[in-house]
C-alpha cells in the first residue's frame, strides 16, 4: 500500500514537471519578444519594414527594423490577412487549440503544484511510522527474524542456572496446555540482571531463536524524546502491536533508561520519562490483559529501577546473570572457538583459569585477538603463545616498545617492579605471581600482573592488609633502593588503589575496630549512590581518615621490611628484569634463586620464542634514547 502511494505520488509529480517545462518553452518566445501596439505595427507593415509575420492566435509575431523579435494583438481585425498580402507580406500561421487536457492542466497547474509538495512534506514527516514529525508515537519496536542470524540455547554458555529459567519461557510457548492443566501461569515478564557482557542480550536473542514466535527487540531509550507524552504513545504502540502477533515476546534493552525510580528526576509528575514509565506499568499489568505477550528486559542497573517494575505480576522473575566461573569460561571459549583453527597445544581449561573474573565479552575479544595475532604472523593455526600474548594484552595492555627510556628510568622500573613481586611472592594471601615486566604497556610503565588460583567470591580481613602491602611494595623498594630524596611520581597508581581498598575496608567492610561495623560509603559527602540524605560528622570523618592512613602506612612498613630482609634476591630479581624484561612467575623464582630463567634450556636462552611474554621470555637489553620522566603506575591484580 505504501509503495503504491509513493509511486502514485511520484507520477503525478513528474506530469507537472513536464507540464511546468512545457509551458515554459512555450512561453519562451513571449517572454524574450518586445510587445508593440498595434498601430505601430500596421505602420510598419505600410512603410514595408514588415517582410513575414507569424500568426499564433492572437498574437503577430514579427522581425523589426532593429532586428529584434516583436509582437503585436491583433485586436479582432479580419482584413489584417488580405491587407498583409496586398503588401507582400510573407504570413504563417499555427492553429489556436481552444479546448484539450493539456490547456486545462495548465490552467490548474499552481493548484497541482501546491497539492503535490502538501503531498512530499506529509510523506517526509511520516517517515514510514519511524521517525518523521507524524511518527514520534509509532513504536520502534523491530521485530527479529532468523536473517539476523539464528541464535540458540546451544550458543549460549557458562550461565547454566539463568538459561535454565529462560528454557522454561520458551517450553511455555511451545507447548502452554502442559503447565495451564495444573492451573500454573506463564510469568508475565523476566528481568535479566547482571554485570557487562555477560551475556543478557545474548539470552534474549537465544530465547527468540528457541522459541519460534514473533520477537520485538527495542532499547529503553528508544521511548525517551523531548516531547512529553511521546513515548507513553510508543508503549502503547509497541504493545498494540505485540498483541497482534500474540504469542510474542518483547525484548527491552537497558531498561533502565526508562524504569528508573519515579520522582528522583527534574519535573516532578510531568517528566517524560516518567509519564512513559507510568504507561508501560500499565500495559504490563493493569486493567487488559495481555495474554501471550511476555516482556524480556535486561539491566546492569537493578538498584536504580522503580520498584513497581519490580513487583511479581509485572517482571515476575528477576533472572541474575553473572560472570562465568572457571567451568563457565571453559564453556563460552570452547564456544568462541569453533570456528577458530586450534593448534595442537592449545588447552582451553588453562586459559579459562587464567581469566578469573573475564565476562563473556571479554573471553570472545581474547578469542578473536589471539586469531589476529595468529593471521598477523601468518599462522594457520591458533596457537598456545597467541592466547597468551593475546591476554597480557587484554589484561595489562599493548606493549609499547617504541616509548624511549632512558637506562635510569629502566631501572629505576625495574627496583620499583621487583618491589611488587618479591612482596607478592613472600606475603601468603596475595594471589600468585603471574608475569612481571618493564616493557610499558597501556599507560604504566611497568607491570606486575597477579591471578588467584580459583575464583574468589569474598576478601578476607588479612588478604586486605597483604594486599595493601603488595600495592606499596613498588614505593618501598625505590626508597630502599634510593632513599627517600629520589622517590619518583611511579607509585601515584599504587597509591591510588591502596586507598580505595583501605577506604573501602574501613567504610564498607566493617574492618576497622575504631571506627566499628557502620556503612559509611553511601552517606559520604559526594558519593553518586547517596539517596538516603545521610552526612558524616567531622570527628567520623577524621576518624576515618586516621584508620584509613594506618592501614596504607602499615602495608607500606610491611613491605618495606619484606624487601630489606631479601634484599640478596630483591637485587638479583631487578637485575633479571633489566636484562630479560619479562619474566613470568616461575622465572621469577628461579632468578631470585640466582639460576638462569629458562633452567639450562637452550632453546629458550635464544629468546626466538613466538611469545616473548610466555614460557621462556629472554630478551637482551637494549639502549634506548633519553626521554622525559612520565612515572610508573605498576598494576598488582585486584
Known amino acids: 500500500m505504501g509503495n503504491a502511494r509513493n509511486l502514485a505520488f511520484w507520477l503525478v509529480l513528474l506530469m507537472l514537471v513536464l507540464a511546468l517545462f512545457q509551458v515554459l518553452g512555450g512561453n519562451q518566445s513571449t517572454m524574450s519578444s518586445e510587445v508593440v501596439s498595434y498601430s505601430e505595427f500596421m505602420s510598419k507593415v505600410d512603410d514595408g519594414t514588415v517582410s513575414s509575420v507569424d500568426i499564433d492566435g492572437e498574437k503577430v509575431y514579427f522581425i523589426g527594423e532593429d532586428s529584434r523579435r516583436k ?5 479582432g481585425d479580419e482584413s489584417l490577412v488580405s491587407e498583409l498580402l496586398s503588401k507582400n507580406v510573407t504570413v504563417e500561421g ?7 487536457f493539456m490547456p486545462f492542466l495548465i490552467s490548474f497547474l499552481p493548484i497541482f503544484l501546491i497539492i503535490g509538495v502538501w503531498i512530499y512534506f506529509m510523506n517526509r514527516m511520516q517517515g514510514g511510522g519511524k521517525g518523521g514529525a507524524m511518527g514520534f508515537g509509532k513504536s520502534r519496536a523491530k521485530l527479529l527474524t532468523e536473517k539476523q542470524g539464528r541464535v540458540t540455547f546451544d550458543d549460549v554458555a557458562g550461565i547454566d542456572e539463568a538459561k535454565e529459567e529462560l528454557e522454561e519461557i520458551v517450553e511455555f510457548l511451545r507447548n ?17 540482571v547482571g554485570p557487562p557482557g555477560t551475556g543478557k542480550t545474548l539470552l534474549a536473542r537465544a530465547i527468540a531463536g528457541e522459541a519460534g ?6 532499547s529503553g531509550s528508544d521511548f525517551v524524546e523531548m516531547f512529553v507524552g511521546v513515548g507513553a504513545s510508543r508503549v502503547r504502540d509497541m504493545f498494540e ?23 528522583a528526576g527534574y519535573g516532578g509528575g510531568n517528566d517524560e520519562r516518567e509519564q512513559t514509565l507510568n504507561q508501560l506499568l500499565v500495559e504490563m499489568d493493569g486493567f487488559e490483559a495481555n495474554e501471550g505477550v511476555i516482556i524480556v528486559a535486561a539491566t546492569n542497573r537493578r538498584d536504580v529501577l522503580d520498584p513497581a517494575l519490580l513487583r511479581p505480576g509485572r517482571f515476575d522473575r528477576q533472572v541474575t546473570v553473572p560472570n562465568p566461573d572457571i567451568k563457565g569460561r571453559e564453556k563460552i571459549l570452547n564456544v568462541h572457538a569453533r570456528k ?19 565476562s563473556g565479552a571479554d573471553l570472545a575479544n581474547l578469542v578473536n585477538e589471539a586469531a589476529l595475532m595468529a593471521a598477523r604472523i601468518g599462522r594457520r593455526q591458533v596457537t598456545m603463545d597467541d592466547f597468551e600474548q593475546a591476554k597480557d594484552k587484554v589484561m595489562m595492555g599493548a606493549e609499547r616498545r617504541s616509548m624511549v627510556l632512558t637506562d635510569e628510568q629502566k631501572e629505576k622500573t625495574a627496583y620499583h617492579e621487583a618491589g611488587h613481586a618479591i612482596v607478592g611472592l613472600k606475603l601468603p594471601k596475595c594471589d600468585p605471581v603471574y608475569k612481571a615486566t618493564i616493557i610499558p604497556r597501556g599507560g604504566a610503565l611497568g607491570m606486575v600482573m597477579s591471578l588467584p588460583e580459583m575464583d574468589k567470591l569474598q576478601m578476607f580481613k588479612d588478604e586486605a592488609h597483604q594486599r595493601i602491602a603488595m600495592t606499596m611494595a613498588g614505593k618501598a623498594a625505590e626508597i630502599f633502593k634510593y632513599g627517600p630524596d629520589e622517590v619518583s611520581s611511579g607509585p601515584v597508581g599504587d597509591i591510588q588503589q591502596a586507598s580505595q581498598l583501605a577506604r573501602a575496608m574501613v567504610m564498607r567492610y566493617g574492618m576497622s575496630d575504631k571506627v566499628g561495623n557502620v556503612d559509611y560509603a553511601e552517606a559520604a559527602e559526594g558519593y553518586q549512590g547517596n ?4 552526612s558524616v560528622s567531622a570527628h567520623t570523618k577524621e576518624l576515618i581518615e586516621e584508620e584509613v592512613k594506618t592501614f596504607i602506612e602499615d602495608g607500606y612498613n610491611q613491605a618495606y ?32 634463586a640466582g639460576e638462569p630463567p629458562h633452567g639450562g634450556d637452550d632453546d629458550g636462552a635464544s629468546g626466538t620464542s613466538d611469545d616473548d611474554t610466555a614460557s621462556i621470555t629472554a630478551i637482551p637489553k637494549t639502549k634506548k634514547k633519553p626521554k622525559s620522566d612520565g612515572g610508573m603506575e605498576p598494576t598488582p591484580s585486584s
Open 213 to 218: 514466535v514473533p520477537f520485538f527487540t527495542i
Open 561 to 592: 621490611q619484606i624487601i630489606s630482609e631479601n634484599a640478596d634476591e630483591f637485587e638479583r630479581l631487578a637485575q633479571g628484569l633489566l636484562e630479560y624484561e619479562t619474566l613470568t612467575g616461575e622465572e621469577i623464582k628461579r632468578v631470585m
Open 531 to 534: 539517596t538516603t540524605g545521610l
Open 340 to 358: 577458530v583453527p586450534l593448534g595442537p597445544n592449545v588447552d582451553l581449561r588453562i586459559i579459562a583459569r587464567g581469566t578469573p573474573g573475564f
Open 71 to 75: 509582437y503585436t494583438i491583433n485586436p
Open 176 to 192: 502452554p496446555q502442559k503447565f495451564s492443566a495444573l492451573g500454573g501461569k506463564i510469568p508475565k515478564g523476566a528481568l535479566l
Open 94 to 100: 499555427r492553429p489556436q487549440e481552444e479546448s484539450g
Open 241 to 263: 502491536q505485540a498483541k497482534k502477533n500474540a504469542p510474542c515476546i518483547v525484548f527491552i534493552d537497558e531498561i533502565d533508561a526508562v524504569g528508573r525510580h519515579r520522582g
